[in-house]
């Protein structure tokens, strides 16, 4: 099958095998920053939760495993591919996640329906941030809660320096900006948008969190085929570019690299919330 993806204002898509490649190699880096967001929304038991750009569902199943039986979590993206893996991977043992296809500038829920509205690496993708974010704040109950995480600048992560570096260098400076550009969402803008959309008690703190991943020379080789940015080098360059890719970043990090191969590295994201 044929993968192909793009990563625009209209949004992040992924489509062919692409979305279950991502559920594979992002989970590791993600994780850490799902636990801090979820933490953030202080959530308990018999809360009704919304994953908004849900993705493959990293944040809806570890709000689910939160709220218990008694809960309701739904997961809201824009993208069938994504959520067609959120579906598959959707587990039985907690409330039964409920998954929807819609923009979060278009939500088909009712007003005041959640307790919490969680945003894992989605808001810097809505081609809309002010109307997405008013339209938030119409689906969250008075006082309920809002988090979103957001990369920092890539600078501050050195892996995705180097995978910037790497897409520069097979895809060119379009897909290098492309890339970037995904990262110029600050918790200053998303503080304003929540503001003006009508949340209150907004605040926003740098999160830099160490995560181990699994080898890289496999690793980021497998990461780069599920971002659209990787998916241009295969195109241009083939599969072997992206493999020569995680043997430059495998050599880059050998000093971070354990006896056993994993890699500990720093990332960097920006956690804000709000008050409803």
Avoid at 51 to 58: I, N, S
Wanted: net charge negative; aromatic share 8%.
């Amino acid at each position: 099958m044929t993968d192909t993806s793009d990563a625009s204002a209209a949004g992040f898509h992924l489509t062919g095998n692409a979305p279950e490649r991502y559920e594979r190699y992002v989970a590791p880096i993600m994780a850490p920053f799902v636990t801090a967001l979820v933490d953030s929304a202080d959530l308990g038991p018999g809360a009704t939760v919304l994953d908004l750009a849900c993705g493959t569902g990293f944040t809806a199943r570890l709000a689910a495993a939160r709220v218990g039986p008694t809960g309701r979590v739904h997961g809201a993206d824009v993208n069938p591919a994504m959520l067609a893996v959120a579906l598959a991977h959707r587990p039985h043992l907690y409330p039964d996640i409920e998954f929807t296809e819609a923009p979060a500038e278009h939500l088909p829920y009712d007003d005041e329906m959640f307790d919490a509205v969680l945003c894992q690496q989605g808001v810097q993708f809505f081609p809309d941030l002010a109307t997405a974010l008013t339209e938030t704040a119409r689906v969250t109950r008075r006082g309920g809660r809002f988090a979103a995480t957001t990369w920092t600048h890539p600078d501050r992560s050195p892996y995705f320096t180097a995978q910037h570096e790497a897409i520069a260098r097979y895809a060119g400076q379009n897909a290098a900006g492309d890339f970037t550009a995904a990262f110029r969402c600050t918790g200053d803008v998303v503080a304003q948008a929540l503001h003006k959309a009508g949340f209150h008690d907004v605040t926003s703190h740098v999160l830099t969190l160490d995560v181990i991943l699994p080898p890289l020379a496999d690793f980021a080789a497998g990461h780069l085929s599920a971002l659209p940015w990787g998916r241009e080098i295969a195109e241009v360059h083939g599969e072997q570019a992206l493999r020569e890719t995680g043997r430059t970043l495998a050599a880059r990090f050998a000093d971070r690299t354990s006896p056993d191969g994993t890699v500990t590295l720093p990332f960097t994201a920006t956690l804000t919330t709000a008050t409803r």
